[in-house]
């Protein structure tokens, strides 16, 4: 009944619906907030990039979206913010409140368990700071209701935390990841031949009619799908090279889409037997431009394990390059129809080795 | 737009949607059906209950709902019925439609890739298979779908197979499941105070606040929930007793909502350490009244592993019972608010000890 006669507030009602069913719930469990809170590598740099402008949060308004257990709100007053309004969406909320109130005795913070994107304030603020950045930065696609609050709330010369993010496309040799998945794969795909013939000799039931579909299953899952791995510099076969830049106070809604279709181009940096593509991030927190020396949270490989990791896309077969091979290609990223919160990566690139062009390929993978 | 003015309509569209992407989509994957047709007890006594009524079957019309890959099909043209129609709402059906057509050559199926209550047929049928069970009976609700399909689709004197089932609530004695799963609490609760101590000396804030939240959290998710279990008969106390009896043929939406209140007694045939409630179920393959060794699917622990496995439900602590005591109490099961395919059990229950009564305990579980 909440829904009758507009048809586009019924749609935009049905996507919230589908969207806090399979999002949103899970940020409802402290379990989870817990991890959140012990990746250090996260927490230090919040907490030292807040810390670090004590001097331009003193008596501001700051905007805390998604705000979990409230965390960075309570750094904020901490810092000396004037008025903290922490967002919270799910149910963690209340404790939220719970943990404002023992750790914010005079009441700067005001805890609202509220869409985002609902929230109405008597005045624009001077900072949002928000922890939006999913799985290669742009999954799950929290950086749209930054943009829209952002917008609405925020002073002209305000300033976001972070305010800058750069996303990085690299080269893996990480064998051990690669050949348990191709093992895994090849153990799965074994196992319908005895399968089928069982079934054929007890039930009288032909299968095979189905031995390709299933093959390709096997494929589309262990290789069309990126992965959460947590790799260190040994696994990287050469610098990364940006993708997407990323300012956080100018982004736009077309911008945050994805990656249009950008170039890339990696020279070995030694004899390597590459396994796949890898993608991470980093964010920064300047105030100004005159800023040199900001606080960066990374999570390359080089920077040490954070709860992001690097997302994984395997190839179907390694590639050995030696020292001085070049790999060339394109590669782009662009939202799932299913959900506006996962993505699809498409590549397509080239072999130029010493001797010779191999032929060209090309690959997509789903991020889940 | 396909939604507007009608609010009514809305409301079960956006149902149907939210549905499709949390309970039909895993039935799209031939390696979940691989998994279902590697159950030897299922394959076994579906394939026995129709090549055993061959007779019946012969020149009939067959219906098959949520048809899969289309395996019960398969086996009713086998026994010789005159017109197959196979329906499956997932894409699996695309299969279903290759395996017919290795299987069936003259066409006797006919796969309809359909939700099952939209399905129109000429003429009603003569009998109607599927494999509807989920985990404890009910859970997936798949049933409802089966009711109204069979009064709109299925003649007077028409067959469902199966044809009846039972549901079964036991005591178990399981103590390395119910160890393993009380130390992981353990492990995860004892987790938090050296968690709040790193974050209270490195970042100035007190999480202490949180702390019986966390632990009621851990709680709720270890000890109630009920979990899959696959145990044998050595780890069940006593014979289990039935709590509801179904007629497939008969039975009423309102049946199929779950379990009334329900009065159980136990005596135990053995000291032992009981650990939780377990549930379980049978369904039977009955042609007529007359039928007197008819076709019995098992998922008890006495009958060895199917994957449905048994629901345990643990108790906070263990109960220790001698040879003769008793314990008595009430179960019911009903559907969750947030969706109709999830359960919860509420119990409550004392022991009749030879020397005394105990308090009267009661709990509610979550089945998942």
């Known amino acids: 009944m909440r829904y009758a006669l507009n048809p586009n507030q019924t749609e935009a009602a049905e996507a919230k619906q589908r969207d806090f069913d399979c999002y949103f719930s899970s940020y409802a469990y402290l379990y989870h907030q817990k991890e959140m809170l012990q990746d250090m590598q996260r927490m230090d740099a919040y907490h030292g990039a807040i810390m670090g402008i004590q001097d331009h949060i003193q008596g501001k308004k700051v905007l805390d979206i998604g705000a979990g257990t409230g965390i960075l709100s309570i750094w904020a007053k901490i810092a000396g913010a004037q008025k903290v309004w922490a967002v919270e969406f799910t149910d963690m909320a209340k404790y939220a409140k719970k943990l404002c109130k023992a750790n914010d005795p005079d009441g700067v913070i005001s805890v609202l368990q509220q869409s985002a994107e609902e929230v109405i304030l008597d005045s624009r603020v001077d900072i949002i700071v928000s922890e939006w950045m999913g799985m290669f930065l742009l999954r799950e696609s929290m950086l749209d209701s930054l943009i829209r609050v952002r917008d609405r709330l925020l002073k002209p010369d305000g300033l976001m935390m972070p305010s800058h993010a750069t996303m990085y496309w690299g080269l893996t040799s990480n064998e051990y990841e690669y050949d348990k998945l191709k093992s ?110 900001p606080v960066v949270l990374s999570t390359s490989p080089k920077a ?32 799932s129809n299913f959900t506006q919160r996962t993505y699809k990566v498409r590549a397509t690139w080239k072999l130029l080795g010493v001797d010779a062009t191999t032929p060209t390929k090309s690959a997509l993978w789903h991020i889940e």
């Open 184 to 293: 895994e794969m090849d153990e799965a795909t074994q196992a319908w031949r005895p399968f089928i013939d069982q079934i054929a000799d007890k039930y009288g039931v032909k299968l095979h009619a189905l031995s390709s579909d299933y093959a390709q299953e096997q494929k589309e899952y262990y290789i069309h799908h990126s992965r959460w791995v947590s790799l260190g510099s040994e696994d990287v076969v050469c610098p990364g090279v940006p993708v997407k830049h990323i300012n956080v106070k100018t982004v736009t809604l077309k911008q945050a889409k994805g990656v249009e279709p950008t170039p890339f181009r990696f020279e070995a940096t030694k004899d390597a037997n590459v396994t796949g593509f890898l993608g991470w991030f980093d964010t920064t927190f300047r105030v100004d431009s005159t800023d040199t020396d």
């Open 304 to 335: 040490g394990p954070t709860h992001w990791g690097q997302q994984f896309f395997p190839f179907e077969k390694t590639l050995f390059l030696k020292k001085g091979d070049i790999i060339e290609g394109t590669m782009e990223m662009f939202r």
